[in-house]
């Protein structure tokens, strides 16, 4: 969907800390204990999958997903703000949602 609609994202799976905390994050990040591997200490500066995909990724999908974006964004609004798909809803009524949504992209794109 996001593609769909010219949005891009990136998928981080780390719990990113500054270095002062290096040595609070040992007994969760140890096995015997919580064992999250994924809570790092890192210097203040960008981590290199976000930097590659600032300056390889972003620049390469730019003006597709900026066009795709043109295109849809009425319909996002439309659900986000009017419909109230960005509210908390159940489940069930996400899933309506969703789909509505869903069948308003495919209209907007045969329009195009």
Known sequence: MFRTIGVLRLEFH??????LLADHLKDIQHLDFLGYKDVIALPSEPHPVV???????????????????????????????????ASKLSHQRREQLSAAFLQEVRVADLGH
């Open 14 to 19: 780390r719990q990113v800390f500054s270095t």
């Open 51 to 85: 930097v590659r995909f600032a300056d390889e990724t972003v620049p390469a999908f730019l003006e597709e997903y900026r066009q795709r974006w043109t295109a849809h964004r009425d319909v996002v609004a439309e659900f986000a703000d009017t419909r109230g798909l």
